[in-house]
């Protein structure tokens, strides 16, 4: 008679800081840019690491050999890549043994209600599947920060790690989104991946060589003494502490390293004339950022299709969990004094301050995050939009989504369609999730009653697994078949409505070289949602402003020339 046991998490050696110089921390899925930042920035802070590549379809069918059935395929694609990778240590000579010893694996997590709160114990249960029981996994999780589920980090945290892997996050939205819009408008192709490899590589080697402010460093030699002696004290490091995080938020060392990586961006040549239609990608977390086989390599897909493609931030998940907290705290508040305001007014009032003040310090830490996002934006060339207001999206899905729902991108997907159709900031919207994932099975429902209410929504929702990717790619192709349609007469009511004609604000642009520079700040107008059109409309402008200009100067050239010794009479005929 047979028994089945029930998987239950193995005992892991805790990740301790003497191994720091010994463990080699394996980082995946997120994108490259985003990888490659954090591994400068653990690199910075004294850890071995290594950025695993992009998960393809021989992961996803390992990940389904040795993992349960019915996961989402981001699970499948992540474990598999990892044992992959395993493997390849193994050929090159290491044991079992000191795979197990010498690698950890460090990824996002959840505690979320949906199955991404599992992934922690299925990347345990095939990794002991595989023959590597004891492999260990450190875990983001998104809503509690960084924590070693095993037991005690070898992830020694600082205010200078803190704010680079902040920073890093944020770079790495920045610049997935600038390699997007430069690959949809390159003049020499290929391009755009090397730039922003560049850029990588230099961000990259700032986080490994800038020097950070410390009080006792920066302050005058008199008082070094003085400071080194009470470096302990609980005054210093709050002073330090605080003057630390100023620095890096609004001092001058990051903000001037993008301003010279500009020069990088600004010798790339586009051409912004090609009408293409703009398409907003949504969805399941890693669905909507993978770059691989995990969404059928969606993003290269719709270029090659001739499309411009817009990504989703991670600043944006992390703005609406600040969002959501503060939500939540205002109606914890009401049902403080609601419960026991009238038999317990003091605690309750009590209670009622205290998630005030949290709340308020949950708006202020979001407020902050914006606005540091798009101050780097700006330093950067003011590529990027300001992220997504979370607020205006939650009251957009509330009448169809309940916004306070846990679980997944739910209410996200209902608002941000809703949001990018109400002020025309994309022509199409391409929902990407795991197969089967469950919040936005729920949203697709609410999509449905959404696109029948307004016939001229473009929107698409495609399931993403390890096959059905010609289905999924034909599915995409019909949709982007009317989205590129409204691109079109977009572009041509732009041109109907300009002073100028397309050849002369063609000629205009061949005899300008920084109109085809990748840094020249393109003007949007509302309502106008193409980059083409909004081009058009933006050098029409110019051409005008310009022809006002040689008139004028013609003008002066023509008026006749008085001599400066005629006298003022003469002068002042001459004039009549």
């Known amino acids: 008679m047979s028994f089945r046991h029930h998987f239950r998490r193995p005992e892991e050696r805790p990740f301790k800081p003497e191994e720091r110089q010994s463990v080699t921390i394996l980082l995946g899925g997120l994108t490259w840019k985003h990888e490659r930042l954090i591994q400068a920035v653990m690199q910075r802070n004294g850890?071995?690491?290594e950025c695993l590549p992009q998960p393809?379809?021989?992961?996803y069918e390992i990940g389904k050999e040795y993992c349960n059935n019915g996961l989402c395929n981001p699970a499948y694609f992540t474990i598999g890549n990892l044992i992959n990778r395993l493997r390849e240590l193994e050929k090159e000579g290491l044991s079992r043994e000191e795979i197990v010893r010498d690698y950890i694996f460090f990824t996002a997590g959840s505690t979320g209600p949906c199955r991404y709160g599992m992934y922690e114990t299925e990347f345990r249960s095939a990794l002991q599947a595989a023959g590597y029981p004891g492999f260990r996994v450190v875990l983001f999780l998104q809503d509690h920060g960084v924590k070693a589920s095993s037991g005690h980090s070898g992830l020694q945290f600082s205010v200078d790690f803190g704010m680079c892997a902040l920073?890093?996050?944020?770079?790495?939205?920045?610049?997935?989104?600038l390699h997007r819009k430069l690959r949809a408008y390159e003049a020499i192709r290929g391009e755009a991946d090397r730039v922003i490899s560049q850029l990588v590589a230099n961000l990259s080697e700032y986080f490994l060589t800038a020097q950070f402010l410390d009080l006792e460093d920066f302050a005058p030699k008199l008082f070094r003494d003085v400071l080194h002696r009470?470096?302990?004290s609980k005054l210093f490091r709050v002073l330090n502490t605080y003057g630390k995080v100023a620095d890096h938020?609004?001092?001058?060392?990051?903000l001037g390293k993008l301003k010279e990586l500009q020069?990088?961006?600004?010798?790339?040549?586009?051409?912004?004339?090609?009408?293409?239609?703009?398409?907003?990608?949504?969805?399941e977390f890693w669905a909507q950022m993978t770059e691989?086989?995990?969404?059928?390599?969606?993003?290269?897909?719709?270029?090659?299709?001739?499309?411009?493609?817009?990504?989703?931030?991670?600043?944006?998940?992390?703005?609406?969990l600040l969002h959501q907290s503060t939500r939540k705290l205002a109606v914890q508040r009401k049902l403080a004094l609601r419960e026991s305001g009238?038999?317990?007014?003091l605690s309750a009032a009590s209670k009622a301050l205290k998630l005030t003040v949290k709340s308020m310090l949950f708006a202020l830490g979001g407020r902050i995050y914006r606005s540091h996002y798009q101050r780097l934006a700006k330093a950067l060339g003011g590529f990027t939009p300001p992220l997504t207001p979370q607020a205006e999206v939650a009251e957009l899905a509330d009448p169809h989504y309940d916004s306070m729902l846990r679980g997944g991108e739910g209410h996200l997907e209902v608002g941000k369609n809703l949001y990018y159709f109400k002020h025309r900031k994309a022509h199409m919207v391409l929902s990407l999730k795991p197969f089967g994932c469950l919040p936005s099975v729920q949203s697709d429902a609410v999509q449905a009653s959404l696109v029948s209410n307004h016939p001229e929504m473009i929107f698409l929702s495609v399931e993403t697994a390890g096959d059905g990717e010609i289905h999924a790619q034909s599915r995409v192709q019909m949709a982007l078949a009317d989205a590129k349609a409204e691109s079109r007469r977009e572009y041509a009511s732009a041109l109907a409505s300009a002073y100028h004609s397309e050849g002369e604000i063609r000629q205009y642009v061949l005899r300008h070289r920084e109109l085809r520079s990748a840094t020249f700040p393109l003007v949007r107008r509302p309502g106008v949602t193409s980059t083409a059109a909004n081009f058009i409309l933006h050098v029409d402008s110019l051409l005008d402003d310009s022809n006002q200009r040689t008139q004028r100067i013609l003008d002066e050239h023509s008026r006749p020339r008085v001599p400066m010794s005629a006298s003022p009479s003469q002068q002042e005929s001459q004039n009549v």
């Open 56 to 59: 393809q379809r021989d992961a």
């Open 249 to 254: 938020l609004y001092g001058s060392g990051l």
């Open 230 to 232: 009470h470096r302990s």
């Open 47 to 49: 850890n071995l690491c």
């Open 263 to 283: 020069e990088s961006i600004s010798a790339m040549e586009v051409d912004r004339l090609q009408v293409k239609p703009l398409v907003k990608v949504i969805g």
């Open 292 to 320: 691989g086989d995990g969404n059928f390599r969606m993003f290269e897909f719709l270029e090659n299709e001739g499309a411009e493609v817009n990504v989703e931030p991670i600043s944006n998940w992390i703005v609406y």
């Open 342 to 345: 009238w038999r317990h007014p």
């Open 167 to 177: 920073h890093a996050f944020i770079l790495g939205d920045l610049l997935n989104d």
